[in-house]
């Protein structure tokens, strides 16, 4: 069957509906759907977005027989219309607008009053009565076809204009210097004398007369169109707002109405409901005797709708009936465009509107009391970025000049919020600004464990290397601070203590500003807002915890942490990382490190005694925080000589403290060196080397369980085995942790229930997952890890090339960066490989993961397909898998009715309003 | 059923046969079978392995019931021969010996003569009508007991012999202090004297008489034998030659032969084939009137068996016939220990004699000759070992005694062969030697693609880390080249030019030894000998070739390799390295280096065309030695940081010769600096990012596959893609490559086919491999990068933990080294994962392996049994993964008789001798 490439609308009959936003665009999809429930909609047609697909894909050649089905509803259009397309009496003048099937700035904008030539502009003079009003509609069109469609330098037309204006206008009217000469003070005359002067811009130009043939017109602005969808900075903006998988842009043509025709006319935009506040208020601005694009170029300034009412209360009540009816039809708050020509409304797009973060809470809450929805489309309707939004520092957005003028650099967002202070290249410095109260910013090429401290004590962390699982990142995300990593343009000088990017120098104790939800950097400091949850935030996340299957757990170290996490709704703590306690404090530092160096055993087990009541006391605090949740607690996973210092001063520094001569340190550190410390000595490798690190740890959790237990509270140690590759690896470590520990609660006689699992991270581990299970306890995925070994890609590096394999314009091989979402086809089908096989060796085996995926929201519901029991997430994340974890359990239970798939489907993908007809 | 742990054998009836190893030890099995055909066998009976085995596992105790087992077969031993055991009149005397499945030094040796003591010895001394002959077996029995059995150091015993022929015998003889008292100059009287002597020694030391009870002599002397299964240097053997799954000793008590009953007795070993030869002639050494001990001491020279022939002509024809019927019966060369007793002949032993590497081609080739063995038990029974031990240089075995003075440290054996010459620390230094005639070994802490030059131009490479696939390892195994690697008590410091090993120093310029067969390191120059491949060797590999069914290629990355592998038997090249040919001169390494400090297209472009016609040349000179060869060239791989220098010195020096700042090469070398290169920007990765180096080396390759072709050569080109994840990134390459190499062909019109494929050696290379063979025309399994990946360990990391994980003392979760040897379970549910995927899309796909393990045997009969078509090893590997892929067929195809299954199980478990009655 021949495909449609064209699609009519109008009031009485219209080809497409709103569910054809792929192949409509999402504004001809709106005025189909509009025009076809009896909304007053101007008529035309839509030349769909496969025209645009198949236009590439040809070599810029159109389908056969698109000409001739262009051409018979522009015959339609004519009949319905009563005018003739080109008639010089009384001519069809039509708009051309782009429209993709997502919002999409920076393609080509509307052009309009196209259909006028040398003749017809008479005709419509003429018929209209107004010979200036046709002179400006002919002027404009020329103008819009030759800058927009054409690529000529709008300024050429605008500098004739004000050429016109200040000589001849003002000539004409006496008009002193001082007095601004306004548009509407040109009369048809020089209006006339400005046509021609346009004209002979088009042709100085382009090098032929301006197109007096309306078909040629047209076909010169479809051209552009659909020209404009590769254009650079639609194609940029795609790339940046990872925008995929859309096809390309349809074309709207509709039949012209004119805002401009006096005091009754103009034109507006408007939002059912409040896009800032959420409010149910009608929200809009109006702008009368006036096209669409006075609007965009505001040359005037817009009225409120209030105003409206009172200036044209008629012309009001008819948009008031419009916005009633179209958030009942569409059940959700609408973004409308709208021209009222002497007197009658006309609309001419209608779309989801755009909110901000506190206001999708509110008005999700709001439509499910108002019963316009369920609490499921409630749920469904929230993105991440929602959550994110109302939980992190935002620069104001009233900035917008200083924010241009003072950008400096742009990294990878690694952890959205924003972040402002003075800038420091060393952890030392940052803790110590921190401790006189100031706000710094810590700048570093990378950063390592021994850094932690700075970054804790740091308002933000920039780095000129990673990704966004780089060490950094990762430990930022866990705080829910600000971060900007990757920034490869920034030449850091530890020396000189300054930061460059090109010939713009940053030094030490200057300010800077960070969007960690954009990735840019600002010179200097700018102002920030913190929003607040708003109470349909609560009321919200209560269906959200009522819906979901899975629990959420989170990532957390300290006890700090684990509180905030509990706050934000976790459930227990899936990843308790105890290296990062080893930095707390000088002494705890030290202790570890004289353990390190030290060659003999006694010496390791000295040392290692000396951290065992740092590590209690953590844990204790942990359990304390955590009472009634269970918490998973790792082994020591990092190589060794993470913990060791790499500089000469540093080295000598611990030598002289431990009482080792600096030789033993230097040679100590050059031994712990390796090629690939991500493939190297770490994880429970690190046990079966030093069993005695294992009984320093297992000690220290289970005597903390005992005492916590011991004072009431409810404790669930869960013991968890890193780096797992076999079996008898895992019973080896199982075995002398049940040792130590079965000893401990035999001697302090308390009833203490623990697990010994293992982390599945290696891709060996996941496919001999039903051996393992014959030792473990339980499964957590560490997804990171595993991405890293199952890609062969390394996250500290993958900088360099990943980025042009997400790039859809470069290699385009992943929709997503597999560091942040969770590659399913090939990760995936390990992860899914380990839950099979695991539970077929222990059919309830408890499975989880807690790799930065457990906080993602597509992750997060494959994880719930997979059958996992939880996932678990650095705090801030919480909220967010929270809510992913629900709308998983939504879409399942939708998808298990057969005949509403399809429905599904479509809802779930687009994250759209609730179905037609379906009630609560 | 009560288990039996005690088999009796005697030439009326024996428990046991030669299939009984693991259980009767090799000896027990070995008499009870020689027993049962008949042949003289003093009888007596055989303690099983697995009272061993449950002696440990039940804390040194033995099972119940045993000692009533081993009185009822001692009271069958003395049924047999008519004597009564601890009968003071005619005394049954036996012998106790130790003897495991497997030939294991180190453990508890044999003790004659048990049963004597104060009593018997006057009934011996009676019934022999010798006093002096029984009392010299009663001073050796006390002296064999108390040092074997009971650890009294056995110089106290000597101490005192020599004391008493010193004073007392001389004395008596009146001999001049010059000449040497010999033992059997010492009288009965004196002997008493000894006896005397040695017991108040026993009772010195132990604290308690010396037992008269023969139970308890008895018992003693097998706690003995199974306590020393565990000293330390029979664990050190088997640790060391890697000897598993073996449950213990077993323990032989047999009665007493005397081979010193004067002229017509002696005692003497064999072997029925010449064991350094080949040949088929009787070959051993002879002591007349001697016990087993006196060959053993050494205190004697034996003489040759043709001398014993002429000597005792009834006794050797005795042996003659013992030899005949044992070489028939076992169809293969025997090791045999013997006693003549006053002219009968008793047989002490027999075993399959160990034999030199060029023997074992000649006996195999010749038995086959013979009618004695089939073709494929011939193939079955040669050992990879062979085949090293026939190529590669060895230290002449002579210098024992310069090897234990000069031994320097030890490391990891990563390829065999020994090699000796003065010691350099760089590869500069090592190709300037080299290129003035001087032997040189380079010593490096690590090697890295700048070293190649110099690593070719020594004799052999001594590193300090990385394990036996760092780059050092692998490089040198594509050579043959005698390297060692991962000595990690070698000191090295490059500014002196001198490495250390605790306190000895050795500089530039002194010489060293390595022997890389072992890993050992001597100081000095040992000397070398270099076996020569024997006639029979070839007649052998004729017979591999005709048996296999998979093809055998070589990892070649230049034509001299690639004629070398054509000699070994190469057919075709399964791995051709690009990036090493951008080291061979300083030109090349220029144009790389530039073209990878160039910031932009052209500039890359530029310095790649200056690459273009050295890579054309290697390939034409490769696929002129491969003509009528396959040929897979696989794209540059290693990142690109491997190319450029890392010192300051020689960083100023690049960018004088290239001229652009130096700083911008620092800034450059700096950026391409990676946290975990291994899972970095490399591999088709650069492709992605730098398509240019991809249009270089297709261009390249098919240029000269074109140049060639036109010459006449038959080429074969297969471009390979390394490091592939994913189809979509294979598309792109692979599209790119076809686009460049079709051009080349149109433009020169020649018929040539190539196929484009990919490495699989990225886990989700291999879990989406149905995908990629939507693509790909071949896969190659990169089974090291792959192993690395899967099992999450870095091989040049892996020295800090690996080898305990292989250690069965430490942890031993490996039997094997899965870098050597293919972990199957793991690594390998890939491969097999990969292979089936890869054929279910594309049914005929040509798979093959070009990691390491493609020259390892058990990796080559894994590869064999998963189904590829071919294996592809570095040129010395080659003839040993020839007959590892013969054996793996002849094995499949026994495996295929089902009745046949148990008979070739333990044939094929032990490459053992055919079994009875098959015959050709």
Known sequence: MKRKYVYFFSKKHSDGNKEMKNLLGGKGAGLAEMASIGLPVPAGFTITTEVCDLY??????????LDKEVDENMRRLEKEVGKKFGDAADPLLVSVRSGAPLSMPGMMETILNLGLNDRSVAGLAAKTGNRRF??????????MYGSTAKGIDREEFNHAFEMLKSQRTRQRLHLPSHVKVSDTDVNDVELEELVKEYKAIYKRNIGKEFPQDPREQLWGSVDAVFGSWMAEKAVTYRRVEKIKGVVGTAVNVQQMVFGNMGA??????????????????????YLVNAQGEDVVAGIRTPIKLSEFEKADPKSYKQLVDVRRILERHFKDMQDLEFTVEEGRLYMLQCRTGKRSPASSFRMAVDMVHEKLIRKEDAILRIKDKDIEGIFYPIIDPDQKDEMKRNFLVSGIDAVPGAACGKVVFNAKDAESAAAKGEMV??????????????????????TAT????????VVARGWGKCCIVGCEKLNINYEKEELSVGDIVVKKGEEITLNGSTGQVYRGALRLIKPEPPASFKTLMSWVDKTRAIKVRTNADTPYDAAKAVELGAEGIGLCRTEHMFFDTEERRLAIQEMIVADTLPGRIEALARLLPFQKEDFKGIFKAMNGFPVTIRLIDPPLHEFVPHTEEKQIQLADKIGVPFEKVRLRVEQLHEANPMLGHRGCRLCITYPEILDMQVRAIIEAACECSAEGVHVFPEIMIPLTI?????????????????AIIREKKVKLKY?????????????????????????????????????????????????DYVDEKK????????????????????????????????????????GEHGGEAKSVEFCCRAGMNYVSCSPFRVPIARLAAAQAEIKKNMAKTPAKKAAVKKAVKKAKPAKKGKKK
Chains 1, 2 share one sequence.
């Open 56 to 65: 590439y894909k040809n070599n810029r050649q159109y389908p056969a027989g």
């Open 134 to 143: 046709a002179l400006d509609a002919y002027r404009r069109f020329i103008m």
């Open 264 to 285: 009754k006319s103009g034109t507006g935009v408007c939002f059912t409901r409040d896009p800032n506040s959420g409010e149910n208020t009608f929200y809009g601005d």
């Open 441 to 462: 910013i810590l700048v570093r090429k990378e950063t390592s464990p021994e850094d932690v401290g700075g970054m804790h004590a740091a308002q933000g962390i920039l």
């Open 466 to 473: 990673g990704g966004k699982t780089s060490h950094a990142a």
């Open 726 to 742: 076999d079996k008898k690896e895992l019973q080896i470590l199982e075995n002398r942790t049940r040792q130590v520990a079965d």
């Open 755 to 803: 697990l010994v699992g293992t982390m599945i991270e290696v891709p060996r581990a996941a496919l001999l997952a039903d051996q393992i299970a014959e030792v473990a306890e339980f499964f957590s995925f560490g997804t990171n890890d595993l991405t890293q070994m199952t890609m062969g890609i390394s996250r500290d590096d993958a900088g360099k090339f990943l980025p």
């Open 811 to 850: 290699a385009g091989v992943f929709a997503d960066d597999p560091f942040q979402s969770l590659d399913q086809a090939g990760v995936g089908m390990l992860v899914k490989m380990g839950i099979e096989k695991g539970r077929r060796t222990k059919p309830g085996l408890k499975i989880g993961i807690c």
